[in-house]
């Protein structure tokens, strides 16, 4: 994120109104503006194409279809990123840039495969159970792989810092695919919900296809060593446990209500629960700025901050390492303090505006009586990962493994507690989750602070350990006065 971070420090250092409003509209657009493109074309999709008018099961089939192509597309895709971004950065920085294009490889099959061992036993049970035709569910499977290679895609584009690009790609992609979508139904005369799923299928294969070749466009060179990204799963399995059991804590809640009585199930196949998965959803949005406000600032701040330390530990002084250490920690605490200052003033206008504005909309009763509680918990979960980035940051993968089983297990399990409350606190346990990830994470925090210089400094050994045949033990010969393997 450091690209952003510099032309953030552009925009606000001229300290105007006018700027600092641009300053937030530029993090706003290259941070979260693809997810809104896609919601923006959807709907655009249902008022064109008159959504509403359709069958109650096409519109509940398609509706749950696409549920479940982005819940499991991030599930699926979500343990192998941060390790193929990991690798992708220490490759930059080794300037071995014929190793990316095998890192880009290995990781599209690993994700596309994942996702298609999942995949693909599901929908053939749709197909034999929910008697869905067969070009339906096999187009669902095209729109389920776009999305996940569209994912995995952006990993590789982020390397190269070219944000707006990729939120250039995601509006061509959807205009491309609202277009497709008229162009199906009025045309081409296939069912509304057909023409929308096939469209958007395509969309999403377009912007991976543009992602993809952006980035090999970059890299064209290719060294081979494909075993070489397989080894870094290995080594760095603790960074795919820890993304994943993130996103299975991010999830976990929703599924365990959809295993309640009411929930709703479509063609025997599709699984949900109506009120609670939209109330999840309003309570994301109400504190996704959260993102922005965190890339935004410690862009602006801690980074510099951090890289200051580490240029001392490699060429400063004591005291200088000294007063960047206690610079650093002062900032962190600093910019996680601001950030929960302005995400609490920006999620309570957000809910007191939806607090209003939803009933207008259609949005009442048990969705309503679920939202406060969860957008409680969103605000914290939000939190939550920004500390955990911090974690990142100190190389702590320990610390963020325990951190995702606190998050995952206790948001599942805690929300098996709440299906037994009144509706107001079903959000309970996922906000139970939250806290105690925050808290776990802060402590964490604390601790890298005061063991900050053996982590540095005790890491690691002086020898460059090697595999290879036990050498003889007698080294040195005191009567020769020679020493074994050592050439005078």
């Known amino acids: 994120m450091a690209g952003l971070g510099v032309q953030l420090n552009r925009i606000f250092d001229k300290h105007t109104i006018a700027a600092s409003l641009y300053g937030i509209g530029f993090s706003f657009v290259y941070t979260i503006a693809p997810m809104l493109l896609v919601m923006g074309c959807l709907l655009g999709m249902f008022w064109a194409l008159g959504f509403d008018q359709v069958g109650y099961l096409d519109r509940e089939t398609f509706s749950a279809s696409i549920l479940y192509i982005f819940i499991f597309s991030l ?15 220490d490759k930059v920085y080794e300037q071995r840039y014929e190793d990316i294009r095998p890192c880009i490889y290995v990781g599209t099959v690993t994700n596309l495969t994942l996702s298609s061992l999942v995949a693909i036993p599901f929908y053939i049970y749709e197909i034999l159970v929910g008697q869905v035709a067969v070009i339906y569910v096999f187009t669902t499977y095209l729109c389920y792989l776009g999305l996940t290679l569209t994912i995995s895609t952006m990993v590789y584009n982020s390397l190269l810092k070219q944000y707006k690009k990729i939120t250039g790609y995601f509006l061509y992609g959807m205009i491309f695919t609202f277009a497709l979508s008229l162009l199906f139904c009025y045309i081409f005369q296939f069912t509304i919900t057909f023409s929308m799923l096939l469209a958007l299928a395509l969309g999403f294969l377009l912007i991976a296809v543009l992602e993809l070749a952006n980035v090999l466009r970059y890299f064209p060179g290719n060294s081979c060593r494909y075993k070489e990204v397989l080894i870094y799963f290995g080594n760095y399995w603790k960074l795919i446990a820890s993304n994943f059991l993130y996103t299975v804590g991010l999830f976990a809640h929703n599924f365990v209500f959809w295993a309640q009585p009411w929930h ?39 980074h510099e901050r951090y890289k200051g330390y580490t240029q001392a530990v490699i060429g400063g002084k004591l005291d200088s390492i000294e007063k960047a250490k206690e610079r650093m920690f002062r900032g962190l605490s600093s910019q ?10 920006v999620s309570v206008i957000i809910f007191l505006i939806a607090i ?12 309503m009586e679920i939202y406060p509680q969860l957008a409680v918990g969103y605000f914290i979960s939000f ?12 190389d702590d993968l320990t610390g963020v493994v325990i951190n995702g089983l606190i998050y995952a297990s206790i948001s599942f399990g805690a929300s098996v507690i ?11 346990g996922f906000t139970a989750a939250s806290f105690l ?28 350990q090697v595999k290879a045949e036990r050498p003889p033990a007698d080294v040195f010969n005191v009567y020769k006065r020679t020493a074994d393997n050592v050439s005078r």
């Open 336 to 345: 996680l303090l601001s950030l929960t200052y302005l995400q609490f003033i």
């Open 418 to 428: 709440a299906t037994r409350l009144p509706a107001i606190w079903y959000g309970a």
């Open 383 to 394: 939190l939550m990962y920004s500390e955990m980035l911090f974690l990142y940051y100190f």
């Open 75 to 89: 599930l699926t895709s979500s343990p192998f990123n941060s390790v193929l971004l990991k690798y992708l950065s």
């Open 264 to 302: 709703l199930v479509v063609r025997n196949t599709y699984v949900c629960n109506q009120s609670y998965d939209m109330a999840s959803c309003l309570a994301m949005f109400t504190n996704i700025s959260a993102s922005v406000l965190f890339i935004s600032r410690v862009e602006m701040h801690f």
């Open 437 to 464: 990830a925050f808290t776990f994470c802060y402590f964490r925090l604390r601790w890298i602070e005061k063991n900050i210089d053996t982590h540095v400094f005790c890491r690691g050994t002086v020898l460059r």
């Open 356 to 367: 209003i504005l939803l009933p207008i909309m259609g949005f009442s009763g048990m969705i």
